[in-house]
Every structure is written in C-alpha cells, then in structure tokens.
C-alpha cells in the first residue's frame, strides 16, 4: 500500500497496527484482525495468534465467532420478507407464532408474575425489529428474570439446549414486562425474529441466511457451523478473569462441536454465527451501498434507510445509555448520535458488537468500514479502550 489507500493515511494506518500490537503484547486480547475499508480500498491487521500461548498465528481469514453481530444479519433478513409482501411491518405476529398471539403484560417490571393485565395491543414485526415487543434481558433481581433464568430464556453466548418451537413456547408462557411498542429491551426480538423467519418461509433460519444473504455475498465463511477442514482457522474463545481481568478459555457447550449445527440457530447471536473479517465487510459494503452489491440488490434503498435510522423515542433510550451510549436503534443494529463529541465514533455510523469480542461498523459520511475482531468477551456491554483505539485511530488516518 502506498501513502494513501482510499483518503486513509498509510503513516497513520501504521499507528493503529502498533496500537493493536501492544494490546496484544500486554495481553489484553491474545490475538486481533482489525479491517479498514474506505472508498474501494482496504487495510487489514492480523496480529497475535489463534489461542493464547499458541503457535498458529492470527490471519486474515480466521474464523471468529460472531455472537450479537448476527442482529443486524437478522434484520436485513427480515426485511428481504417484508418486500416481498410476506411479512408486513406493523401486522401482528400471532399468525405465525401463536405462542405470542395474546400475550400478558405484568402491572409492574418487577412485580409477581400473577399480577398481570392483556396486553394493548399485538406484537408486530416493528416491534420485533425494534427490541419493543415487550420482553428482553432484564438485569435487575425480579419474579420475571428469575422465571426467564428457569425457562432456559436466559440470554448468553451458547444458546438454548432446545429448539426454536420449544424456545418460543416457554417464552409465550410467560409475561411481557412491558407493553408492546413502549419500551426497548435488549436481545429478545432478534431471536423471535429468527423463529418468525424460518415459519413464513417454511424453512429453517439458517438454510434462509444462506440462500438470500450469505450465498449471494460470497460470505464463504459465513454460517452456524463449519466444514472440518475449516476448524483450524476458528479463533478460540476466552472470558475475562474476575479480578484480573486476564483473558481465560471460555467453555461452552459447542466448544468442540462446530462441525455441527446448534440446536436453536439464533437470531440474536445466542450459538452464534461464524464469520471472517471479509465476510463482515461484504455485508457491511452491501448496507453501505443502500442494499446494492456487485451482482444486483438485497434490499431497496428505501429498506436500508428504513433500517438504519433510529426508532427509538428519548424516553424508551433513557435507562439503556449503558448498550446505546449517546446513539439509538434502528432495525437490529445501533446508529450512532449526530454530533457525539467523540473522535472515536463518527456521527451517523451504524451497527454492533458482538458479546464475545467483535465489533463492526459502517459510517456513510466518510463511505468507510470499520472492523475488528477478537477472540475476549467483553466483560460490560462497553467494549474494552482497544476498541476504541481502532477508531480513533481509524477515524485519523482520513487523509482528505
């Protein structure tokens, strides 16, 4: 690469690489594959090695998984549905799932599970799409998250050890904490989104990703599990260790078993998609072109402007600053605030990060991609300071 790569400053391009090195050195992440595209052009970084204290090194196709950057996946799926008239933003769900047909509301968030009132209205696929349908991750110690915990709808990064109709069964017997369309809560709709996805298409979720999204991307290393031969390019996943925050073996119950489907495919990332850093970027090209890639469209203009402009009211944001910041959402992913004030997050950006260390976005104002990738899980819904050294630092190197 010469001095400058699409208006990026190779000299400074040359920083973030020793910036991620020392990260690396100090054992913040064992290992990293940081991407910057901007204007045609891209830099990739892989640095350190697959498993810590190993010899294979980082490469620029290692696998990662992919955890809650499925979200936005999810949503561009959605979308392909409703224009073709399969599904409509505001019907109601209950067709479909009839597990969420008439759903109860508790009176109060954390009040006893009896104490309940019918919902004002149905659940819809904006709802879904929103994270308002009613129901999500609940952090406080409550009747309801206690209930969520012992139905096995506990949101973490290996999933369920059921299938979708199960899942959306338990999830229907319980109540909504709040009232459809009146309150963001994390997690929860992209995975009803999935179920939804594989009844309207009489399908299952994965094979439909693959079919629409992933096959005309040329995401080659893209999807729930993995071919044998592909198993040595999966980056092993660790977990801060409590106290000292060093990155330790995370296990799990698919740790082992990539080379076979989950049980649920998620749609919020639960088993988690696997994906490579190119893979990212083609999805993220695809949203950045307003739906378009090299051989036609996945979604209308219209859709993806639809799905990256924030939904959400001020009041449903206040309480949620600690997973939006100073942004809101759109559909399955983030958008970032109009002048936030940060050099390290460009106004109007979108998308997310994923639980167990990645993270990618798109700004349009400055026609760029970031994305990095890590084998540590976060320990807080904040990614840790070397995520946002990428894009300070990212953000720097515009050289136009």
Known sequence: MGDQAGGLSAQRLERMREALAQAVAAGDVPGVVALVHRRGETYVAALGTLELGGDAPMRRDTIFRMASMTKPITAVATLILVEECRLRLDDPVGGLLPELAAPRVLRRPDGPLDDTVPAERAITVRDLLTFRLGAGLVLSE???????????????????????????????????????????????????????????????????????????????????????????????????????????????????????????ASGAGGPSLLSTADDYLAFCRM??????????????????????????????KAGNEMFLGSGGWGFGLAVDAMGAGDLAVGPGRFGWTGGLGTQAYADPAEDMVGILLTQRALDSPLPPRVFQDFWTLAYAAIDD
């Open 142 to 264: 409550s009747p309801i998250q206690r209930a969520m915990a012992e139905a096995g709808l506990g949101i973490g990064p290996d999933g369920p050890a059921f299938g979708p109709d199960e899942w959306i069964k338990r999830l229907g017997s319980l109540p909504l904490v709040h009232q459809p369309g009146t309150a963001w809560m994390y997690n929860t709709g992209a995975d009803v989104l999935g179920v939804l996805i594989a009844r309207a298409t009489d399908r299952p979720f994965a094979e439909f990703l693959s079919e629409r999204i992933f096959e005309p991307l040329g995401m080659r290393d893209t999807g729930f599990h993995l071919p044998k031969e592909k198993l040595d390019r999966l980056a092993a996943s660790y977990a801060p260790t409590p106290g000292t925050g060093a990155p330790a073996l995370r296990p799990g119950p698919r740790e082992g078993a990539w080379d076979r489907p989950p049980v649920f």
């Open 287 to 316: 949203l950045l072109s307003k739906g378009r890639y090299d051989g036609g469209r996945i979604l209308s203009r219209p859709a993806v402007e639809l799905m990256t402009t924030d939904h959400l009211t001020p009041a449903q």
